[in-house]
């Protein structure tokens, strides 16, 4: 508490609440805070490391595919640390990580260089998930939408979803600015826009938009190939083919989708801190970007059927971990509309669980 505290104050901070008297937004402030606690760690790391590792098994088989390509790696995800206090925590988060089986290796001051693959760090020490993977995301997103198209499924862009017609424990229809769409299943994934969406079929979802940014330049020669994670300054360093990717920063300022520079500029600030070599001064910039990551309360997605519905499956709440959890959130939806049962419990995920 008293490190987010000292973060609301510090217009560079990482993490940033933006103060209003709304009711749906101190409602989920009420729900987040209930859910910090270790009991609450204890029952998600279960099913979150189950997701994660269902998820990578599912990646390897997409990056497989043929003609699609979105620059799929596993090599693992470095945390560099330059307090000794940040670095003694994430050892035991690590440790408790373990019992989940993700894997981890304690770097020392004089390992660190091998894993910026000769990069200078100020860091003292590190810790290596040999586990972790990492895309293009835009064009993971883009590559799957092609394959779907030549497999004959028809993709609406640019059409907005005002409402819906329903008929007793049925949608018969999703009322668009293009006209009504009628359909058999209804699947709600809407991101952070989800909780507005369900509203208009009165199912009360607890969803905040966390605003975070990211700066892509074009990658500097002699630049790792392995994502490292700034731990203190929460700022992600992504190589990603020809380009270098920093992100970082979580707003709960709700919809806002302007761009705080000061916020902006403490990612590109906080890079050559940890990693010297690297001058975003010197780097051809490619895009500023923002977006808001859909986060419940708990930290967990919301994935199954509403009560009220029989015909609707709503995917949504994935928060910091859309992407990694996309392809099992994929097939789960697939299993829910095909009638099978998931393997996996889903319990911890459940649509009602805050009500
Ligand atoms: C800076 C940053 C870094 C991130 N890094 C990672 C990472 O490293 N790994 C990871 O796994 N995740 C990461 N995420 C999170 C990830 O991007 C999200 O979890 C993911 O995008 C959520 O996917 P979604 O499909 O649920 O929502 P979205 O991607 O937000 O998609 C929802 C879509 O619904 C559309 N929509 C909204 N309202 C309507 C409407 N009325 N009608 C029609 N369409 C509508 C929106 O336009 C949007 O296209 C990051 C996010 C940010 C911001």
Same mark, same amino acid.
């Given at each position: 508490i008293t490190q987010g505290l000292k973060w609301m104050f510090n217009p560079e901070s990482p993490f940033y609440i933006k103060p209003r008297l709304q009711s749906d937004f101190l409602s989920w402030l009420w729900k987040f805070r209930g859910a910090c606690n270790e009991t609450n760690v204890r029952k998600a790391l279960p099913v979150l490391s189950a997701l994660n590792a269902a998820s990578l098994d599912l990646f390897d088989e997409l990056a497989a595919m043929e003609g699609v390509q979105f620059n799929f790696e596993k090599k693992g995800v470095v945390e560099i640390f330059s307090t000794r206090k940040g670095f003694e925590k994430a050892v035991k988060d690590a440790q408790r990580l373990q019992e989940f089986g993700i894997e981890h290796k304690i770097l020392k001051s004089d390992d660190l260089v091998h894993y910026t693959q000769g990069m200078r760090t100020t860091a003292q020490s590190g810790i290596f998930f040999p586990g972790d993977a990492h895309l293009i995301p835009d064009r993971f /997103? #883009? *590559? #799957?939408? *092609?394959q779907i198209e030549k *497999? $004959? /499924?028809? #993709?609406l862009t640019s059409v907005e979803v005002l409402g819906f017609e329903t008929s007793g424990r049925r949608v018969t229809a999703v009322k668009t600015t293009r006209g009504d769409i009628y359909a058999e299943e209804i699947i709600l994934a809407g991101g952070a826009w989800s909780a507005k969406m369900a509203r208009e079929l009165r199912i !009360? #979802?607890?969803?905040?938009?966390? !605003? $975070?940014?990211? /700066?892509?330049?074009k990658r500097p020669p002699g630049c790792t190939s392995t994502p490292i994670m700034l731990a203190e300054s929460k700022v992600v360093l992504t190589p990603m083919d020809d380009m270098l990717r920093f992100a970082g920063t979580l707003e709960l300022a709700g919809f806002d989708l302007s761009i705080n520079k000061r916020r902006l500029l403490a990612i590109l600030k906080a890079v050559p801190s940890y990693l010297p070599d690297i001058d975003p001064d010197a780097l051809e910039l490619i895009e500023i970007w @923002? $977006?808001? @990551?859909p986060c419940s309360p708990d930290g967990l997605p919301y994935l199954g059927r509403p009560r009220r519905y029989d015909n609707v499956i709503i995917a949504t709440g994935h928060g910091m971990k859309g992407i990694s959890l996309a392809p099992i959130t994929g097939k789960i939806v697939s299993q829910f509309a095909a009638g099978e049962t998931p393997k996996l419990d889903l319990t911890t995920l459940s649509l009602e669980r805050f009500n």
């Open positions: /997103v #883009l *590559q #799957l939408a *092609q *497999q $004959g /499924v028809r #993709l !009360k #979802l607890f969803i905040e938009p966390a !605003k $975070g940014y990211s /700066v892509t330049f @923002r $977006g808001l @990551r």
